[in-house]
Each structure stands twice: as C-alpha cells, then as structure tokens.
C-alpha cells in the first residue's frame, strides 16, 4: 500500500490514496499506522477516495470530487480537521488530482473550500463557527471555564492566566460528557497581543497535538469573544508554528504551511 506523509505546522499526518475506493480502514489498522514506535507515526490518517464512491459523502460529488476520509490516531472517525484538509489539498495538486487553484474536498463536515497561495500557504473556508455556551475543563485537577464552539467536530476553547506552556497535558483533560457524548477536543491559550492567542490542544481520540486547524479557529473565536468582536484576523501560535484565522459574518477562514515531506511503501 503506498503512502505519503505531510504536516500542516506539525500537525502530522499518513496520507493513504485510495483511487478506486477499495481500501477498508480497520481502528486497528489506522493506530497501528499512527504509532510512532511501531509505525509510520502521525497525528491521523488522511484516506484519499472520489466522493462518489463514499456513500456517506456521495451527495456532495457535484461540488467536491475528493473525499477526505479523516481518522484520528486511535482509529476513531472525525467529521473534520483543518490541517488534515490543507495537507490534503496540498496532496491532491502534487500528485495531479487537482489543479492548482481554489477546489472543494468533500468532508464528513460538509465541503470545504480551498486554495493554494502563491506564498506557498494553503487556505481553506471553514465556515461559520457556532457557539453553544460555556462549560468547565479541568487540567491537573484545575478548572478552566471555557467556550462551546463547534467547527463540524466539538472544541472548548478556554482563555487562561496560566501561562499554557506550564500546563501538563500529558493526560487527557477533564470533561462534561452531558455537553460532549463523543468527546472534545480542548484548546488552552493565552492573549499575547492585539488579535494574537498562544495555544496548546489536547485533541480528543490523539492526544496533546503540534496544532489543530479546527482548534485554532474556535480559539479565536473564543478570544474575539472576550474582547467584543465577531470578526477580524487573528494569528494563533501553536508548538509546530504559526497559522492565520480569519474571522467574517457569516464564515471562516485558516490559513498555514502544509508540506509533503515523505513517500513510500506501508508494509503494516
């Protein structure tokens, strides 16, 4: 089975093509290949099939004719990730699926929208990020009150006054399971400056992550919403670099690095 391997600000990930739509991917198998001992290593698996083979996203073949097919690290279905989406697109134009350009790719989270920059940056429209009130993370056994945001999959984004590069999210942070049945990913950041949040994200079904496309844009959304505002631009630091979150009416916009950086035979 070949494979690629890329990153957007060292959110990594397995690139598995799958141009007929035959490969099946087992939780298993999908852990095995992010096991960074025993495997390739990555945050997730993106599987590259035509949408319409898909029966959960063929209705959506008209306006994308890709289908990224996420799964997390521990083998777990996602319905989005904004980085996985930006290598994805990145993958497609390499390898000559797509031309270079603005596209869709088909996701469990609806298509999304993409374009490669001339500076080399991929951009994807994320949509408009919805909020659904606040709930409590609790790290180390301390509680940090924080914002419901959902980007297609569910984030708590909480602005702290612990420095986040103190925190220890070696385990998974305590949640509400009544507000999240299926797990949350939890972001903890830190204004830095006009428009500009530290963040650090323990994703749910991976782990503490270099970044989280998704992550970032509920972050700034949640650190707009203690200032007052709904749109603008704003740079979100994470451990693997830095990406860019635009803000508007009625969407969103993520804005970052994504790189190929490996290819080969997967022998797992």
Known sequence: MRFVKGHGTENDFVIIPDLDGEVELSAAFV??????????????????MPTKLSPEVADQAGQAEWFMDYRNADGGVA????????????????SGLADAGEFGVATRGGVKRVRLAETG???????KPRTFGESVATVAGKPYEGLHVDM???HLACVIGDPVAQLDLSHQPAFDP???????????????????????????GSGETRSCGTGAVA????????????????????LGGTVTVTLEENT????GPAVLVASGELNL
Do not use: K
């Open 31 to 48: 852990a095995a290949v992010c096991d960074r001992r025993a495997g390739i290593g990555a945050d997730g698996v993106l599987h590259v």
């Open 252 to 255: 969103s916009y993520l804005a």
């Open 178 to 204: 009544a507000v999240f049945p299926e797990g949350v990913n939890i972001e903890l950041l830190n204004p830095v400056g006009e428009r500009r949040v530290v963040m650090r994200v323990f994703e749910r």
């Open 219 to 238: 972050s700034a959304v949640a650190a707009a919403r203690l200032t007052g505002e709904t749109t603008g631009t704003w740079a979100v630091e994470v």
């Open 121 to 127: 940056d991929v951009i994807v429209e994320m949509g």
């Open 152 to 154: 297609g999959n569910p």
């Open 79 to 94: 319905q989005m990730c904004g980085n996985g989406v930006r290598v994805f697109a990145r993958y497609l134009v390499d």
